[in-house]
């Protein structure tokens, strides 16, 4: 399969999936998220910042499968060292990012309890 048809896969596919940048340094890598929901302007402007002198190149796309697997495919031949290096940072993305999407929803969840009590009547005797 080629790499084109792999990343295809990989972005029809996946409900996560990143397209990795590489830059010369050993472990410089950066992830532009594509599925869920794509990267948007800020991100874009926030790379853009720190973007000169890294050479960052685009070497391919990684995706969590819905059975939690991950799957990637790389344009190029990676040396163990940045597979191992990517998969570590990988794993701290999904951390990140379900991190602070179940912080979010936890407290959207204690905003509309306390507004569903607030609402019951006070049958309190005086």
């Not at 472990?27 to 874009?44: Q, T």
Request: hydrophobic content about 45%; some cysteine; charged content about 20%.
């Amino acid at each position: 399969m080629t790499y084109s048809e792999q990343s295809s896969q990989i972005a029809l596919e996946c409900p996560l999936v990143v397209l990795v940048l590489m830059g010369a340094a050993p472990g410089d890598a950066e992830f532009l998220p594509i599925r869920p929901k794509a990267f948007d302007e800020n991100m874009r402007a926030d790379l853009k910042a720190r973007w000169p002198g890294r050479g960052l190149r685009s070497v391919g796309l990684v995706g969590l499968s819905s059975d939690m697997k991950p799957i990637c495919a790389f344009k190029e031949p990676l040396e163990p060292e940045q597979v191992s290096a990517l998969a570590g940072a990988f794993l701290a993305y999904i951390h990140v990012l379900f991190c602070d999407s179940f912080t979010a929803q936890v407290e959207a969840a204690e905003i509309q309890e306390l507004g569903r009590l607030m609402s019951l009547p006070d049958n309190r005797v005086n």
